[in-house]
């Protein structure tokens, strides 16, 4: 007898944000465009973000850094997606 699983959701929260925000639409202001565009992360944060990448890479994080670590990269997903949709929507804006 063969065992059957049930699917996996594999929809991630970055997944599921991205079409909330629907990302792979234009429709940003130029003002909120331009803005969401000058968001980044702190010098404070990146270097926090190569700390903790050292630690994952030498094999070493605490259950506590790999979810702070895992925080950062959610936190970057989620910049990339609204970049990108600012990206789009000032290009948008050019073209018409």
Known sequence: MVAVQAPKNNTSAIEIFARLIKA???GLSRELARYILTLGFEEKDQKRMRELAERNQDGR???????????????????ALLHSKARGSLRAVKLS
């Open 24 to 26: 792979d639409q234009s």
């Open 61 to 79: 994080p605490t259950s506590e850094e790999r979810e702070e670590l895992e925080n950062y990269v959610k936190a970057g997903h989620l910049l």
